[in-house]
């Protein structure tokens, strides 16, 4: 399968999942990715510069090495994309409040050296980025399109709230990694799938 099928095959399996609508907000930050808004009056972005954008960031995390990458996030519905991420790639997870001084207080018991750090929301994930930029290490981000970006070194424009969008962006990158790597061909399946990336809502959740 040539590489133009594969990318139309990606983007067919993952446009349902809400990966590129964004809100009613667009920051001048995140202007270069959107396409349109739709009738809603929520902004679009566009699913060729996430692709794209997952391949950049996969590329940086291979460079540097999975095994020195930290994923933050203090959202709910980005834990489950996010354990599965590190679980699969063997990546460090920091889940809910980041703990101030956790990059750059060497005498805390809880702090570490990362090369690279990866955010789900530039807004939830302030502290962490900060920390990172203090210390010189350079960050990855998932940005929505009312999302201030000026201190991503990254940025992966996609849907960051919703929960099959997460699992969506977090697969993808997974996928790319591993393809990066050689351990997984362009056209091969992946032996995990999206659902397997997204938080389960419980039924307290629904009512």
Do not use: H
């Not at 809910?96 to 050296?113: A, D, Q």
């Not at 980025?129 to 970006?149: F, Q």
């Not at 990254?154 to 919703?162: K, M």
């Not at 032996?191 to 419980?202: H, L």
Request: hydrophobic share 40%; glycine share 6%; proline share 5%.
């Amino acid at each position: 399968m040539s590489q133009q099928a594969e990318t139309t095959d990606i983007k067919k399996k993952i446009i349902s999942t809400g990966i590129r609508v964004g809100t009613q907000v667009k920051t001048k930050f995140m202007r270069p990715f959107i396409t349109k808004a739709s009738p809603e009056g929520l902004y679009m972005l566009d699913l060729d510069i996430t692709l794209d954008k997952i391949k950049t960031a996969a590329k940086f995390i291979n460079r540097l090495g999975v095994e020195n990458l930290i994923v933050c996030s203090g959202r709910q519905y980005a834990e489950t994309p996010i354990e599965k991420f590190c679980e699969t790639l063997g990546s460090k997870k920091l889940l809910g409040r980041f703990m101030p001084g956790t990059l750059t207080n060497p005498s805390l018991p809880y702090y570490i050296e990362p090369k690279l750090v990866l955010i789900s929301d530039p807004q939830v994930n302030e502290q962490a980025i900060t920390e990172a930029t203090n210390a010189g290490i350079p960050v990855i981000g998932i940005a929505n399109t009312d999302n201030i970006t000026s201190n991503l070194d990254v940025i992966i424009p996609a849907n960051n709230r919703g929960r099959k969008a997460l699992a969506t962006v977090y697969w993808l990158l997974v996928r790319q990694i591993l393809i990066e790597k050689g351990e997984l061909k362009e056209e091969d399946p992946m032996s995990i799938e999206i659902d397997d990336f997204e938080t389960k809502i419980t039924e307290e959740e629904i009512e």
